[in-house]
């Protein structure tokens, strides 16, 4: 394994709504911050394993994120890298796999009451801090018992959005749960922005809705919007490029889409240099109502 030279920044990424780009844009951004030099690790923490699908790496039979978060392996060797032949990652981005025995969590639990739930990912993320730039935490759909400890372990939090008609009421309910998880668990936590993808052109009606309300509703104590400028078109090539197992990036790297997740990452990257040079806030008062 390499120096643990990097100054790593944990990411969580989620919203509570299924199917909304959460472990796309994670994959996508992990392969344009590599085109930028930065190394990235994706731990897959959805028992569906949507990431470690769409990275082709096993479900099954392989270390995964489950005997990370009970340290029942050193957290290192749970690590797929890029040297693995058997799974073709995109480069710059490694993987924790997931697996079905995420299910088995709550047993885990209850069979070791002296552990705290919340706090599950502390100790395994600190013994792989160091080793990259970014760590994304590629997080369930609804509160599951990986969310919470990732929005415990997380520096901030990505929320993914697609226009969508639940995607507003949605919105407003993982908006809920980034304050409730600052308030009760985690006071550095940040929302470092929110990503509005899978954006259809001509832009719909329901497109601009969504987009004005992130806009509107997802804003910093200043009253700038934690909205992502860049918004990710809806395109055919982001789902072939997934079926090849590649991001798009590798998959077409000339692509409109290739170049919004790379502006996206330059846009993530700028964020995080004024985050860091400012004391930390906490980024949302109060949620409006949808
Ligand atoms: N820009 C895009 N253009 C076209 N399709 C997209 C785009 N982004 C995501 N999708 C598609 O939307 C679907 C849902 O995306 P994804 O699996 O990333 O969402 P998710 O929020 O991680 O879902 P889950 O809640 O099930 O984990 C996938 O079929 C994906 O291929
Ligand atoms: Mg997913």
């Known amino acids: 394994m390499s120096e643990r030279n990097r100054n790593t920044t944990v990411i969580a990424v989620g919203n509570q709504k299924g199917g909304v780009g959460k472990t796309t844009n994670t994959i996508q951004l992990a392969g344009a911050l590599s085109e930028r030099g930065r190394k990235s690790l994706i731990i897959d923490l959805d028992m569906t394993s949507g990431a470690t699908k769409a990275l082709r790496a096993p479900t099954e039979g392989w270390i995964s994120s489950f005997e990370l978060i009970t340290d029942a392996e050193n957290a290192e060797d749970t690590i797929i890298t890029n040297d693995e032949p058997e799974v073709p990652l995109p480069p710059g981005v490694h993987l924790i796999p997931s697996s079905r025995k995420l299910a088995e969590l709550d047993t885990f639990l209850a069979q070791n009451p002296w552990l705290v739930h919340q706090d599950l990912l502390i100790q395994p993320i600190n013994r792989l801090r160091g080793l990259y730039d970014y760590i994304f935490l590629d997080t369930p759909p609804q509160k599951t018992k ?26 407003a309910e993982a908006l809920s749960d980034i304050v409730a998880a600052q308030r009760h668990a985690n006071e550095r936590l940040t929302l470092l922005g929110v990503i509005v993808c899978a954006v259809p052109k001509p832009k719909t009606r329901l497109a601009r809705e969504l987009a004005a309300y992130v806009e509107r509703t997802c804003v910093d104590p200043q009253g700038c919007t934690l909205k992502f400028r860049t918004e990710i078109s809806r395109s055919v090539a982001v789902q072939e490029a997934q079926k090849a197992g590649q991001t798009i990036l590798q998959y077409q790297g000339d692509h409109p889409v290739a170049d919004e997740y790379r502006l996206l990452a330059r846009e993530f990257e700028e964020r995080l240099a004024l985050l860091r040079q400012a004391p930390p806030i906490p980024l949302i008062q109060e949620v409006p109502h949808a």
């Open 146 to 171: 990986t969310t919470i400890p990732a929005l415990k372990v997380a520096d901030h939090a990505i929320l993914s959005t697609m226009p969508d008609h639940l995607a507003v009421s949605a919105m």
